[in-house]
């Protein structure tokens, strides 16, 4: 099982991030991605989860309206799209399999002016 985070970066408020997770190794069409973030000393937050199919997704409420989780079962790849950033989401953000509890390395965002 491979998980592989990208798409991190430096930000500044109100800007967008697109994070990519590519898997490997297991059915990912069958299954359930999360998208999960840890910034330094807080404990990890779920911040998104979208079904095997992609018909249901599901956000924390810090990041309704302007976060998107999206998946490409074709492309083995699970996308978080991040608009109107905020310095409170700078984090780790590592996506988990959830069947499997298990995840990748995580990519760093960095919201800051």
């Known amino acids: 099982v491979q998980l592989v985070e990208s798409g991190g970066g430096l930000v500044q408020p109100g800007g967008s991030l697109r994070l990519s997770c590519a898997a490997s190794?297991?059915?990912?069409?069958?299954?359930?991605i999360s998208w999960y973030r840890q910034a330094p000393g807080k404990a990890g937050e779920l911040v998104a989860v979208?079904?095997?199919?992609?018909?249901?997704?599901n956000y924390a409420d810090f990041v309704k309206g302007r976060f998107t989780i999206s998946r490409d079962n074709a492309k083995n790849t699970v996308y978080l799209q991040m608009n109107t950033l905020k310095p409170e989401d700078t984090a780790v953000y590592y996506c988990?399999?959830?069947?499997?509890?298990?995840g990748g390395q995580g990519t760093q965002v960095t919201v800051s002016s």
């Open positions: 979208i079904s095997s199919a992609g018909g249901n997704k």
């Open positions: 190794g297991f059915p990912f069409s069958s299954s359930a």
């Open positions: 988990v399999a959830v069947e499997t509890n298990l």
